[in-house]
């Protein structure tokens, strides 16, 4: 049973009972109260207090009630928002405990949320699409499926060297970038071919893949975009990488490269923005800025240093 204040009512109740000298048993039973309670009320007036004082010693201990607001330092604010504008997710400042703060992670979301801590760069929620849409795009007539990749590579989600793949247009879709996410360490890559045909994707991928030993990689898995399901036998064959592609209208067979391009999108590579009129260098700092951030999922470490247990630092010039 959920325990409740004594109200008002009540009070003045066991002062009028008590003055009649009934019991403390009588008039806890009169008011289905526990002894204990009542017992303390009565103590109270018989010292000479009355309902009235009672009530409102009662309303002043109730404002010392509960938990006291968390009040961040000068220092605490500064390290907050220079992080928050580095892409960092006010979980991530939590866990990473760079510097310790005197609030949980909750707590600091609560901030955001009630406005005392600027929320604008923090990432955005709810969904892209309405229910029940329907995707018309990317139904070539020939392609791996995941199903495949599931025989193929049985401990798939536990192996490193798995991608996923896509491409994020620019301005009046006359540019674009490839994004290739490795599943392990969720390190971004990015590579900006001359066009967005599907020549000049497959010129910049064969490209790409010469820079690194073979089997390095083991696998990308790509959307059904015409970019890649024209050209992935030259790629697979040249460089011994299988490819695969996920089913057409369902972004989840790829949910992390689908946030990572999103992540790319909030960092620097707008819809707005006409690729060709930046160089592979800002492409790739905006890249290098994902992942320099640490992943709650990587237990807190960055995408790179978890990256970096796969290889030398040497491979990973040629790659990033």
């Not at 609030?103 to 009630?114: A, I, W």
């Not at 309405?130 to 990317?138: I, L, S, V, Y």
């Not at 540019?175 to 490795?182: D, K």
Request: hydrophobic share 30%; proline share 5%.
């Amino acid at each position: 049973m959920t325990y409740t204040h004594l109200s008002t009512n009540e009070v003045v109740l066991i002062e009028v009972y008590m003055q009649n000298e009934l019991p403390v048993s009588r008039i806890a039973k009169q008011l289905n109260r526990a002894r204990q309670t009542i017992h303390n009320v009565v103590s109270y007036l018989r010292e000479g207090h009355n309902a009235l004082d009672y009530m409102q010693r009662y309303q002043a201990n109730k404002q010392r009630c509960g938990r006291r607001p968390t009040v961040l330092s000068e220092t605490d604010r500064i390290y907050i928002i220079e992080k928050v504008g580095d892409g960092w997710t006010p979980d991530v400042i939590a866990g990473r405990q760079e510097h310790p703060l005197p609030c949980s992670r909750r707590t600091l979301y609560r901030m955001f949320e009630r406005r005392v801590l600027d929320r604008s760069a923090l990432p955005m929620k709810g969904k892209r699409k309405p229910n029940g849409h329907q995707e018309r795009r990317g139904k070539q007539a020939f392609r791996r499926t995941l199903s495949e990749r599931e025989r193929d590579y049985p401990i798939f989600s536990q192996e490193f060297g798995h991608l996923e793949g896509d491409t994020i247009v620019g301005r009046h879709h006359k540019s674009a970038i490839i994004t290739l996410v490795e599943r392990l360490s969720k390190v971004i890559i990015t590579l900006q071919p001359e066009g967005r045909t599907a020549g000049d994707i497959e010129t910049t991928l064969h490209q790409w893949c010469s820079r690194f030993p073979k089997h390095l990689f083991k696998s990308i898995t790509f959307d059904c975009g015409k970019e890649f399901s024209n050209n992935w036998r030259s790629i697979s064959n040249k460089h011994d990488i299988s490819i695969y592609f996920a089913d057409p209208g369902t972004p989840s067979q790829r949910g992390l490269n689908e946030h990572s391009n999103g992540l790319l999108r909030r960092n620097g590579l707008p819809k707005q923005m006409d690729f060709q009129q930046v160089g592979p260098s800002y492409i790739s700092a905006v890249a290098s800025k994902r992942n320099h951030i640490p992943r709650k999922s990587l237990d807190y470490h960055t995408p790179l240093e978890v990256f970096m247990r796969y290889m030398g630092t040497d491979i990973l010039s040629n790659l990033i």
